[in-house]
């Protein structure tokens, strides 16, 4: 029997390792042994490690030998460790925790750096500094539907904040809040040449989440959907050219923008169409009963580029200093249309002709799938009836192409290059495939399903959300993980599965401990149309600005200036000593301290951290950071390197002294 089994090795490895050869010229072809086989070891450690022809065939599918590179790269959210991710694909191996909303040491994230504190401190709220968040939904810029590999956005659904990522150095540069809406959850998602980032609201509030009583929920509380300019030479998104239209305080859930046919609109689904606000020690049922008591909800249908329009004749009242469409503007103006979904949607994803919209109810086992045709003729037709606020709530018949039951709890759906889709089933914890099937009702087929282990909440395609996905790679990002792994304690990761989906039958090949933050969703792109640079451009550079700091120090113009009770020190960093080792100071000094790593090779980053004064910073090749402080007790601090940069990087300290 073992004999047999070993057999069977033989010939998956060997069949594994012929298709294996032609993929890329990065991937080395092993050196058979010399009778021309497989190294006679492989075998026993197959046999002595109990892996299956299935696990070899996995194996040889993510193995990415040291020293070669992925083919993808995926950027997940790190959820409320308000971070972001980025995953190498096949390998699963983490490249970069990027932080984003949340102090980050290593990267000198939100530990004294000047200008990351004055970014972090435009995602405050009212006063109130915050340094966490919830990020959700990243989203890569695109240039016609596709991904170009230039900029990352994503959300924060706690504070209602969204953040631009710059992927030349995989850095977070800006940090908006909405002026309106308090928390977020629709968001980001990009219009198909980056015009706009897409934030829908989630939980309904009154504008600047003032106080009013849950009982006038009906008049005062609202949702919102805001489009915020991005302004690609500047690279930031440009508050004073974003907008927002009011929406009615049903609790938008997730959106997505238009592409080709339908490129100009965005829809968002919605639950608590109940508008139920709770109230379980007052005699009320929970929220979880309350808000899913209707057997539809509403998708909000948004035409953006007319809302533009609208935003351009004046046709708005200003609030916090967003201009925002009432609801009558957008009832009158033709900007926003409801449709009825089935049972609190989750799911809203468009599918890469942009001729059909994906709808996943959470408590329905179908995926509804709707015509942007059918919806546009539904519009002209006039027929609809308003809902409470007056919006026009289309027919369900009249723009609904196709229900197809899928399994229990779908809520996203991806696509792939074959004219498939992929949605993920909660309840159920698998992954269907089914065929999209045009305007064929009949023609929707389920096609298989592969088991994920546990709880699936997105997934995410290679390329998935664009006008031309590429199949090959599925990641399932499965909330819980149970029995995976070797048990670290009552909290466990999250387990992120990839799974082939290259053949007709999904096999997961491969699970990863996600032990950092919980990722929501993810974008996955070819890792080569990133262009990330090595060094900055220049000695002395501001990363955040872009351009050379004006505290650029170079080697032999270090100092130490005072002027009267400040003290300013312009400080270089080179293997394996700071300019100058000594800095004395008067009690009561502020102190504010350039350092520019003067180094120009890769990878000669140096960090510095100031003893006892909660400073940490990331100063990489060519790099220029500033801090400031109050010297305000006396006493003889070490500072040092942070990155074992060289033999003698512990000598790379030096004395802060402040004299009482
Ligand atoms: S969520 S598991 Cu996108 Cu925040 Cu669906
Ligand atoms: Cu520089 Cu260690």
Redo the contacts with the bound molecule.
């Keep these: 029997m073992k004999r047999i089994v070993v057999l069977a090795f033989v010939l998956v490895m060997l069949a594994s390792l012929m298709l294996g050869c032609s993929k890329d010229d990065k991937t080395p072809t092993p050196a058979p042994d010399s009778q021309g086989g497989l190294p006679a070891d492989s075998m026993a450690i197959a046999a002595e490690r109990g892996l299956t022809p299935d696990d070899i065939n996995a194996a040889l599918m993510t193995y990415t030998p040291s020293g070669t590179w992925d083919e993808y790269i995926t950027f997940m959210s790190g959820g409320h460790s308000g971070n972001l991710i980025a995953v190498g694909v096949p390998s699963m191996r983490i490249l970069k925790n990027i932080a984003v909303f949340t102090p980050e040491a290593w990267q000198g994230y939100g530990f004294g750096n000047t200008e990351i504190e004055q970014m972090l401190d435009a995602g405050n709220v009212d006063g109130e500094t915050i340094r966490m968040g919830d990020s959700?939904?990243p989203a890569l810029s695109e240039t016609a539907g596709d991904y170009d590999g230039q900029w990352i956005f994503i959300n924060d659904?706690n504070s209602a904040r969204v953040a631009v990522i710059d992927l030349r150095d995989f850095e977070t540069k800006q940090i908006v809040k909405d002026p309106n809406i308090i928390s977020n959850?629709g968001a980001t998602f990009v219009s198909p040449n980056t015009d706009y980032i897409f934030q829908g609201a989630q939980y309904a509030t009154p504008f600047g989440w003032e106080y009013a009583p849950l009982s006038e929920y009906q008049e005062k509380y609202r949702g919102m959907m805001t489009a915020w300019k991005f302004d690609r030479e500047a690279g930031r998104i440009d508050p004073s050219k974003s907008f927002s239209i009011e929406l009615p305080p049903y609790w938008q859930d997730?959106c997505d923008a238009g592409k080709l046919v339908s490129d100009g609109w965005v829809f968002c689904n919605s639950f608590n169409t109940e508008m139920a606000t709770g109230g379980n020690m007052e005699g009320q049922p929970n929220f979880e009963a309350s808000v899913s008591q209707r057997d539809m909800d509403y998708m909000h249908i948004i035409d953006w580029k007319k809302a533009e329009q609208v935003v351009a004749a004046g046709k708005t009242e200003e609030i916090n200093g967003m201009p925002v469409i009432s609801i009558p503007t957008a009832i009158e103006e033709g900007v926003l249309y409801l449709a009825p979904e089935p049972k609190s949607p989750?799911?809203m994803d468009v599918t890469p002709d942009g001729k059909y919209l994906v709808v996943a109810g959470k408590l329905d086992p179908h995926v509804t799938i709707y015509s942007f045709d059918k919806i546009q003729k539904a519009i002209a037709s006039g027929n609809s009836t308003p809902d409470a606020f007056g919006i026009p709530i289309l027919n369900f018949d009249d723009v609904m192409v196709a229900q197809l039951e899928v399994g229990l709890g779908p809520?996203?759906t991806q696509f792939d290059d074959k004219g498939n889709a992929y949605t993920?089933l909660?309840l159920d914890s698998m992954v269907a495939k089914w065929k999209l099937g045009g305007d064929d009702p009949a023609a929707y087929v389920v096609l298989n399903k592969v088991p994920v282990q546990y709880n699936i909440?997105?997934l995410v395609a290679a390329e998935g959300d664009t006008v031309s996905p590429d199949g090959k790679y599925l990641i399932a990002?499965n909330?819980w993980a149970v029995d995976r792994f070797t048990p670290v304690g009552p909290l466990l990761p999250q387990n992120e599965q990839l799974i082939d989906i290259s053949g007709d039958a999904m096999k997961v090949i491969y699970d990863m401990p996600m032990g950092v933050g919980e990722p929501?969703?993810a974008q996955m792109i070819k890792a080569d149309k990133i262009h990330a640079i090595n060094t900055y451009p220049e000695v002395g550079w501001d990363p955040i600005s872009w351009q050379k700091s004006e505290f650029a120090t170079l080697p032999g113009e270090e100092r130490i200036e005072r002027n009267g009770n400040e003290v300013e020190v312009f400080m270089t960093s080179v293997r394996s000593h700071l300019t100058p080792d000594r800095v004395e100071v008067k009690q009561g000094d502020h102190v504010i301290w350039h350092i520019t790593n003067v180094e120009t090779a890769q990878d000669a980053t140096h960090g510095f951290q100031l003893d006892g004064h909660n400073i940490s910073l990331s100063i990489e090749p060519g790099e220029t950071a500033n801090f400031e402080f109050d010297a305000t007790n006396s006493g003889t601090y070490p500072y040092y390197c942070t990155e074992f940069c060289s033999a003698l990087h512990l000598e790379m300290m030096g004395y802060f002294q402040v004299a009482p």
Excluded: T, V
């Design positions: 959700h939904h659904k959850h997730l989750h799911g809520l996203h993920s909660f909440g997105h990002l909330k929501h969703y």
